[in-house]
């Protein structure tokens, strides 16, 4: 259990410190704007909400209230941990799933444009689940106390 948990926390770093601030960037900014803008905005589940989830059909006219709190605990919860590089990988994984329904039962009809912000942290959210948090995130402390090793930033 230990090693499964060690490879999900586990951050990729690439040779240079600014690389991985400059990749860190996205998932800071989009974290913040998802959990502030987008799931913050949508905190409690308003009836609005429940009501558009139960739109979608299937599983999702069965228990709309249980998939409106998930969306909206996946955009403020992940978001908040995608900003820490906290469980990072858990989090786009979260976020990964909310947006995809986003994009294909909620924002299909919009066009292009009405999708775009469920796309931007769908691909965000991708590249949060293949690298995790960079060097730049709580992740990598965890991984240095789980693993027994000092992970030096070198300029």
């Given amino acids: 259990m230990k090693t499964l948990f060690s490879k999900i926390i586990t951050p990729v770093y690439t040779s240079a410190w600014y ?7 996205p998932r800071i900014i989009g974290g913040y704007f998802l959990a502030v803008n987008f799931g913050g905005s ?9 009501e558009d ?13 249980f ?3 998930a969306a909206v605990l996946a955009e403020t919860v992940g978001g908040i941990m995608l900003v820490l590089g906290l ?7 979260m976020v990964a799933c909310t947006m995809l329904v986003a ?3 909620q924002k299909w009809g919009d066009g292009v444009w009405g999708m ?11 590249y949060a689940i293949v690298m995790g948090s960079g060097r730049f995130g ?18």
């Fill in 116 to 126: 775009l912000p469920a796309m931007g942290f769908l691909w965000i959210s991708l």
């Fill in 67 to 69: 998939f409106a709190w």
């Fill in 103 to 105: 994009v294909f039962f």
């Fill in 19 to 25: 690389s991985d601030l400059l990749l860190a960037a």
């Fill in 138 to 155: 709580l992740d990598r402390l965890i991984a240095e106390k789980i693993n027994h090793t000092k992970f030096i930033i070198s300029i």
């Fill in 87 to 93: 469980g990072t990988r858990i989090a786009g994984f």
């Fill in 42 to 50: 949508k905190f409690p589940a308003p009836d609005w909400f429940v």
């Fill in 53 to 65: 989830v139960s739109k979608f059909g299937g599983l999702f006219a069965l228990f709309p209230g």
